[in-house]
């Protein structure tokens, strides 16, 4: 079993930054993959940015030059980050930290964010 919990969410003007946090704990030794995850009201949840347990990093598109992904490893949890610059009113949405192990999914309870003046 894995745990995750998120942090670091909020309000924040346009053009702002913010930083997400997510502790892993549990069976860390066994997750691959971990992204973040962000789902708008009437909308489906996206894939926002992953990065592999090799460090390898994918982003959406939409995000690209602004959120950057980090993972690092400490005694008995992981971490992973993503610091978010320059936001936009689209960006406000709740934020879900994902990994995977094993083949299956994990997600956190999730974190608001939201960009407004």
């Known amino acids: 079993q894995v745990q995750l919990v998120e942090s670091g969410g909020g309000l924040v003007q346009p053009g702002g930054s913010l930083r997400l946090s997510c502790a892993a704990s549990g069976s860390i030794f066994s997750i691959n993959t971990m992204g973040w995850y962000r789902q708008a009201p009437g909308k489906e949840r996206e894939l926002v940015a992953s990065?592999?347990?090799?460090?390898?990093?994918?982003?959406a598109d939409s995000v690209k030059g602004r959120f950057t992904i980090s993972r690092d490893n400490a005694k008995n949890a992981k971490y992973l980050r993503m610091q978010m610059n320059s936001l936009k009113p689209e960006d406000t949405a709740v934020y879900y930290c994902?990994?995977?192990?094993?083949?299956?999914?994990?997600w956190g309870q999730g974190t608001q964010v939201t960009v407004s003046s």
């Open positions: 994902n990994g995977v192990s094993w083949g299956r999914d994990y």
């Open positions: 990065i592999t347990s090799y460090g390898r990093t994918n982003y």
